[in-house]
């Protein structure tokens, strides 16, 4: 089973539309949660932090639940900007005390006019 | 404040050939990450800094990629010699340490390697 898992997807929805994305870890241990968002041909940027109460920005929000070990994003209201690859990152401390972090192979969100 | 700075931003080369790659971290940031991103799937860490140790290189492939970080700020990532699986975009990050559960990084705009 791969560390990090999420759909590919693409996931193509029309304008205004609410989307859904999974990604699921597999060490129970792993520690801080996060979801990238990555242009084509640009470099991945943050797009949120996960915590465990569960976050919104704006149109986003972002949850996590432990006991399935997954993480998700809902993006409310698509807008045709919001068209890029969503990548899923989970940090879990190593044996000297850094944080490694595994990304997702991303999962790719077009929406459609 | 600049951003991470990472040259060439594209290199065509031949299989065979060596190539290197640099990056300057944003001032301050103490972690510095070099990922290899293939088309289509997410960026694979490839080796990880504190300042000038390394403490993660569990998937560089050490018996034709090296990396350093001499003096705790800039990097140099060598491929020596370049496979035609090589091909990839290879992205530079920082954050300001990775011994925090927060750490977000800040990638560089990547160099782009064609091998032939």
């Known amino acids: 089973r791969k560390e990090v898992e999420q759909d590919p997807g693409p996931f193509n929805v029309p304008e205004g539309a609410t989307v859904a994305f999974n990604c699921t870890y597999s060490?129970?241990?792993?520690?801080?949660f996060f979801w990238y968002r990555q242009d084509c041909r640009k470099e991945p940027k943050l797009l949120m932090s996960?915590?465990?109460s569960g976050n919104e920005d704006g149109r986003f929000t972002a949850q996590l639940n432990r006991a399935s070990q997954y993480i998700s994003l809902l993006i409310r209201d698509s807008k045709l900007s919001d068209s890029a690859t969503y990548l899923c990152?989970?940090?879990?401390?190593?044996?000297?005390?850094?944080?490694?972090?595994?990304f997702g192979t991303g999962t790719k969100l077009q929406v459609i006019p | 404040e600049a951003g991470v700075a990472q040259s060439p931003r594209y290199k065509i080369i031949e299989k065979r050939q060596s190539v290197a790659f640099w990056c300057n971290p944003i001032?301050?940031?103490?972690?510095l990450y070099w990922y290899q991103q293939i088309l289509g799937q997410g960026p694979k860490l490839l080796i990880q800094?504190?300042?000038?140790?390394?403490?993660?290189d569990s998937q560089l492939p050490k018996d034709r990629f090296s990396a350093e970080r001499l003096k705790g700020v800039d990097s140099t990532l060598k491929i020596q010699p370049a496979k035609l699986e090589d091909s990839a975009v290879y992205l530079c990050?920082?954050?300001?340490?990775?011994?925090?559960?927060?750490?977000?990084?800040?990638f560089g705009p990547g160099t782009r390697l064609t091998v032939l």
């Open positions: 996960v915590y465990s």
């Open positions: 060490n129970s241990a792993s520690q801080s």
């Open positions: 800094f504190q300042n000038n140790g390394v403490v993660d």
């Open positions: 990152v989970v940090n879990e401390m190593n044996s000297g005390g850094y944080q490694k972090v595994t």
């Open positions: 001032s301050g940031h103490a972690t």
């Open positions: 990050a920082s954050s300001f340490s990775s011994q925090s559960s927060y750490n977000e990084q800040f």
